[in-house]
């Protein structure tokens, strides 16, 4: 069962999730799951390639913006635009969900969202923003 953190109405994030989490994750709303963990990062994830398949046969939107260290701004324009996109809410994940958490702040920074809002979701999801946006 993946951990998922809910930041606003139609966007959450998780920490590492696997393949039988989809059908779970479609079932509680989300439409769109965004992967920001590069393949190989670790011998025991999955790669990406494995979640192509089982995201639409979980009728969800699958994209992969791999993510190493700090997002940079075109990753977080990436996943704000795929934010503008979605059909519905989405879940974003990484190991931790630290850098999908950032790849969002920075993306919504960039559009007019007030550092300390975005600083106070973080924490509403157990996520510190301070140092990335403070």
Same mark, same amino acid.
């Given at each position: 069962?993946?951990?998922?953190? =809910?930041?606003? !109405?139609?966007?959450?994030?998780?920490?590492?999730?696997?393949? !039988?989490?989809?059908?779970?994750?479609?079932?509680? &709303?989300?439409?769109?799951?965004?992967?920001?963990?590069?393949?190989?990062?670790? =011998?025991?994830? =999955?790669?990406?390639? /494995?979640?192509?398949?089982? +995201?639409?046969?979980?009728?969800?939107?699958?994209?992969?913006?791999?993510?190493? %260290?700090?997002?940079?701004?075109?990753? +977080?324009? +990436?996943?704000?635009?795929?934010?503008?996109?979605?059909? /519905?809410?989405?879940?974003?994940?990484?190991?931790?969900?630290?850098?999908?958490?950032?790849?969002? +702040?920075?993306?919504?920074?960039?559009? &007019?969202?007030? =550092? !300390?809002?975005?600083?106070?979701?973080?924490?509403?999801?157990?996520?510190?923003?301070? %140092?990335?946006?403070?």
């Amino acid at each position: 069962m993946a951990d998922i953190r =809910p930041v606003t !109405e139609s966007f959450a994030v998780a920490p590492q999730i696997a393949v !039988e989490d989809l059908d779970d994750i479609a079932d509680r &709303g989300f439409r769109l799951v965004i992967n920001n963990r590069p393949d190989g990062e670790s =011998p025991d994830q =999955p790669p990406s390639t /494995g979640f192509v398949l089982a +995201a639409r046969q979980a009728g969800l939107d699958y994209l992969h913006i791999p993510v190493r %260290g700090m997002p940079s701004a075109d990753q +977080a324009e +990436a996943v704000y635009a795929a934010l503008q996109g979605a059909q /519905g809410p989405t879940l974003a994940f990484c190991r931790s969900g630290t850098r999908s958490l950032a790849a969002w +702040a920075m993306g919504e920074a960039a559009h &007019g969202r007030s =550092p !300390e809002e975005l600083v106070r979701l973080g924490r509403s999801a157990g996520y510190d923003l301070l %140092g990335l946006l403070g």
